[in-house]
């Protein structure tokens, strides 16, 4: 559901956000299997980055045409957004899902809007509509419902 303005309704780029998840999630479980069966989850990082690299290549190529960083800020932003937040998120997530459930990792992958939303009002200055407040207090109430669900359930031999 997307909230333009109107109302809520579902369009393409909510199904597409709703197909991402799902693959997302499927995803996390297989990183999972093997973080616990002891595969070289850094090595896994790495094909990660290089086959999503590739791919953001070819797709950005043929929809708007190549071209390299111009300026020094530009290449800052892009070494940044590769290797603190793509590489860094991908081998540090790899890494900490050999001590933490599936659940959890997905459940701290659904703050990000959250931060997101945070860290635009603190350097953007951006405002939150009623209706993207009610959405982070829906997210927020899930994942702290379902930690609090997970600790009270018994622990499986």
């Known amino acids: ?11 393409v780029g909510a199904l ?3 197909g991402c998840a799902a693959l997302y999630a499927v995803y996390i479980l ?6 616990r069966h002891g595969q070289a989850t850094f090595n896994v990082s790495i094909w990660q980055l290089g086959v999503a690299g590739v791919e953001g290549l070819c797709l950005g190529t043929l929809t708007s045409g190549f071209q390299l960083p111009q300026t ?35 459940l701290i992958y659904s703050l990000e809007p959250i931060f997101s939303a945070i860290f635009a009002f603190l350097m953007l200055d951006e405002v939150l509509t009623g209706i993207q407040y009610l959405g982070a207090a829906l997210i927020f109430a899930s994942i702290v419902i379902s930690e609090v669900v997970k600790a009270h359930q018994p622990l499986k031999a």
């Open 1 to 11: 559901m997307v909230a333009n303005g109107g109302g809520l309704h579902l369009n």
């Open 16 to 18: 597409f956000c709703l």
């Open 30 to 35: 297989y990183s999972d299997r093997l973080s």
């Open 72 to 106: 020094g800020a530009q290449w800052g932003a892009v070494l940044a957004l590769g290797i603190i937040c793509s590489a860094f998120g991908f081998v540090g997530q790899n890494a900490a899902q050999r001590y933490l459930t599936p659940e959890t990792v997905s």
